[in-house]
């Protein structure tokens, strides 16, 4: 039976891989920040290659929008108002 920190450590190793290959990045994760924001679940990941910070929000499990930053304040902040536009345009469709 596996400890609950080496499941952690498989679960964020594949979390990185799955970013990697679904956002086509070249990086390597060093640092995930899982959080939420109106209802919407975001992630802002720390790369190595290139350096800085990429986040991704996930509107629907097929909706995603991503984007990369310099910094982590500016990856949440991007990540939020993207949030903001996507709940806008939901709004306006319905």
Same mark, same amino acid.
């Given at each position: +039976? /596996?400890?609950?920190?080496? &499941?952690?450590? %498989? !679960?964020?190793a594949?979390?990185? *891989? %799955? *970013?990697?290959? *679904? #956002?086509?990045?070249?990086? =390597?994760?060093? *640092?995930?920040?899982? +959080?939420?924001? /109106?209802?919407? $679940?975001?992630? &802002?990941?720390?790369?190595? #290659?290139p350096?800085?910070? /990429?986040? =991704? =929000?996930?509107? !629907?499990?097929?909706?995603?929008?991503?984007?990369?930053?310099f910094?982590?304040a +500016? @990856?949440?902040?991007?990540?939020?108002? @993207?949030?903001?536009?996507?709940l /806008?345009?939901?709004? $306006?469709v319905?």
């Open positions: +039976m /596996k400890n609950k920190t080496s &499941v952690l450590t %498989e !679960d964020l594949r979390h990185e *891989l %799955e *970013l990697d290959h *679904l #956002n086509g990045t070249e990086g =390597v994760a060093a *640092l995930c920040l899982y +959080m939420e924001y /109106k209802g919407i $679940r975001f992630e &802002v990941v720390q790369t190595a #290659n350096t800085g910070w /990429k986040w =991704v =929000v996930h509107f !629907d499990p097929n909706r995603r929008k991503s984007g990369i930053s910094s982590r +500016m @990856a949440i902040t991007s990540a939020k108002y @993207a949030i903001e536009k996507g /806008k345009a939901l709004a $306006r319905k």
